[in-house]
């Protein structure tokens, strides 16, 4: 069976400045060092035993260090080129607010140097830039503030957007203002995980109010600068089902994007979970497939979700498509297989334009630290060595062919 794409699709990969680039001062280097000691002992309890048997550094402290991570920030030329070898026409990257404006008001010209050349570097390689403005990370003295729960937090973000907009907006066409705001905020002030770690309904709410200001302040300010500029938001949609799945999609996949209304360009959906409910009871799923994380495989609730999102009428790009398989035996039937659901949404008219596997390189992810591996490529921490997995070469197939065989 054959399915053509769109022409016009892009194919690519997705990174985040922290989990990648190394030498980072932020928030979360701050809490990692802080953190480590007990993240590494709290893993036998947090993990299933084949899990610890097949991933036995997350007992060891250095695992939960970003430290140079995959140093991409000084590889990333080296990185570029294996993504173009791998037919990949656009990329997913974020700027590191942290770098670009290290203290409030005083912006460093050498980062926005750097990610000028890094813009630049794709577009001489035929890749179009998707730039997400924030990715979780934090400087230090945005977070020593308040972070974003600080009246403050978006009159400062605001200033921060003005001025990459005035300074790389000319390079930019596509633009994300945050990544998954929602699970910021579930991680961050209900679970308690990430930090701050200050969990308080209020502060979900006070958040919320925040980021969701931050991105319609964000919207304006690019549009009044580039009005050709395409202006998203990146969200984690969940396809749930059962007798909740109702309410819980409005909450968690609907509501974010229904209040920013008109200050969207198109959607950029991050998929990963499903959610089956029985009662009341969350996450009965099946789990027939699993990631090295234990997460279900379930790529099917990806034409769920597109075609729910289809009432919206705006152009789609799956920003975020992906799993941890450190042996990379599922990888490649899986990113098929979404690309088969994605090509069932396509059929039913849902404005799907492009895909990002998650993630171009093994990166540090959070609070998991280093072992779980997304990558289409392996990195050896000790070395920075890459090497290009099997299932990649797979994934070039189709994005050099623009087509899927199945």
């Not at 022409?7 to 280097?29: M, R, Y």
């Not at 701050?30 to 893993?43: G, I, Y």
């Not at 947090?46 to 060891?60: I, T, V």
């Not at 919320?208 to 931050?214: E, H, R, V």
């Amino acid at each position: 069976m054959e399915i053509n794409f769109p022409l016009g699709f892009l194919w690519g990969a997705a990174t985040s400045s922290h989990q990648v680039e190394g030498g980072n001062i932020n928030d979360w280097s701050q809490w990692e060092k802080n953190n480590a000691e007990r993240l590494a002992s709290e893993a036998k309890n947090k993990w299933q035993s084949w899990q610890q048997e097949k991933f036995p550094a997350m007992f060891e402290l250095q695992n939960y260090i970003s430290s140079q991570a995959c140093d991409h920030y000084n590889r990333w030329q080296e990185d570029f080129d294996m993504a173009k070898s791998l037919g990949h026409n656009a990329h997913r990257f974020s700027l590191e607010w942290s770098r670009i404006e290290p203290k409030k008001g005083e912006f460093d010209q050498a980062a926005i140097d750097h990610y000028s050349q890094m813009i630049s570097g794709l577009g001489k390689r035929g890749m179009e830039p998707f730039v997400t403005i924030n990715h979780f990370s934090l400087p230090q003295w945005f977070a020593n503030m308040g972070g974003w729960e600080s009246q403050e937090a978006v009159l400062c973000f605001g200033k921060f957007v003005d001025h990459l907009a005035k300074t790389l907006g000319h390079q930019i066409t596509f633009w994300l203002t945050l990544n998954e705001p929602w699970i910021y905020i579930v991680n961050s002030y209900w679970r308690g995980v990430w930090p701050p770690q200050k969990r308080s309904w209020w502060r979900c709410l006070r958040v919320y109010k925040n980021l969701f200001n931050a991105h319609k302040t964000a919207y304006n300010i690019i549009k009044s600068y580039h009005p050709e500029a395409q202006v998203g938001l990146a969200e984690n949609n969940v396809y749930f089902e059962g007798w909740l799945s109702g309410p819980a999609h409005w909450l968690v996949n609907r509501q974010f994007l229904s209040l920013s209304g008109q200050r969207l360009d198109f959607i950029g959906v991050n998929y990963y979970f499903h959610n089956k409910i029985k009662g009341f009871n969350f996450r009965k799923n099946d789990n027939h497939q699993v990631s090295d994380l234990g997460w279900e495989l379930y790529p099917k609730g990806l034409f769920y979700v597109l075609r729910r999102l289809k009432k919206y009428r705006k152009p789609i790009y799956i920003t975020e498509g992906g799993l941890a398989d450190a042996r990379d035996l599922q990888r490649a039937n899986f990113i098929k297989s979404q690309l088969f659901y994605i090509s069932e949404a396509l059929a039913e008219g849902v404005d799907v334009r492009g895909y990002f596997y998650w993630s171009l390189l093994d990166n540090f992810e959070w609070d998991k630290g280093f072992w779980p591996r997304f990558g289409l490529a392996e990195i050896d921490y000790k070395t920075q060595e890459r090497k290009i997995r099997s299932s990649a070469w797979e994934y070039a197939k189709i994005c050099k062919e623009n087509k899927l065989i199945i």
